[in-house]
């Protein structure tokens, strides 16, 4: 999953709470900030797509705390990573164009609610628990339970399982599983995603996708899921609410493409993101 880019350049920046977040910078053009979700980190998540974009802007490819060239912290709330976004962001200076994935969607709509440098915004299927139906809470209940089992246990990457198939497709597991490097990157970072999958469930401070947080986004939105990910009533039920309460948003529907078509059909993901960030950002005249 993880591809071999070379080069030194890093950008830096430091939470409210004091945890230094690093980002590897590829590429030339306006700034592009793309922000991972669980189970992996900046390069991890965005390796694939990176070579896509490249071309046309500046990838920054910031991890999250407890991962990669960040700082680790006993705080991993949703609302942390929230102020690491923002504060990341708004150390490169505007206007800067953010993506996310899965849970990285989520801290991006909270922290496109609190600055005002960014000019476009997009999302892929967020995980918003605010219309997570029972069957699918109580399915992800269960995978934490045998994350925590498995880290306990020493044997992470069977614990990881009950997660994956919970979003990802049977042909996404299938070939995240045949790969030897996905599956390392899997591993890494078990404790951290154990930290913050607990804390979905017993949120700490403000939900990054309530109504009221949603509606304070002012950036142009672009809201991407995929028409054969897993859980698929909940994702469509986010997606909805997402569109419902941000202004200005474009839904664009991939067939074909599951949760983790940014790792696995990364060409699809870059044609829509292109044009939509390519100066000037966000006027998307389709």
Known sequence: MTIGIVTDRTHRAVSPDGTTIVGRVRGDGPPL???????ADGLSEWGELVPLLVDRFTCYLPDLRGRGLSDDHPDHSREARVQDVVAFVESIGGPVGLVGASGGAV??????????????????????????????????????????????????????????????????????????????????????????????????????????????????????????????????????FVAHHVTGVTVRELVGIGHFG????????????????EPPMGQDDA
Not at 262 to 277: G, N
């Open 33 to 39: 900030v793309l922000v991972h979700g669980a189970i």
């Open 107 to 240: 801290v991006c709509l909270g922290a496109a609610a609190r600055t005002d440098v960014l000019a476009a915004l997009s999302v892929f299927e967020p995980p918003v628990y605010e219309v997570i139906d029972a069957d699918t809470l109580a399915r992800f209940q269960a995978s934490i339970d045998a994350l925590a089992a498995g880290i306990a246990n020493d044997r992470p990457l069977e614990a990881v399982r009950p997660f994956l198939e919970l979003v990802a497709n049977e042909e996404e597991v299938a070939a995240l599983a045949a790969d030897d490097n996905a599956m390392d990157d899997l591993a890494a970072y078990l404790p951290a995603d154990l930290a913050e999958f607990r804390e979905t469930v017993t949120p700490e401070g403000p939900s990054p996708t309530a109504a009221e947080v949603l509606a304070r986004i002012e950036a142009p939105t672009l809201l991407l899921h995929g028409s054969r990910t897993a859980a698929q009533s909940w994702f469509l039920s986010a997606t909805r």
């Open 262 to 277: 940014h790792v696995l059909a990364p060409e699809r993901i870059a044609a829509e993101l292109v044009p939509f960030f």
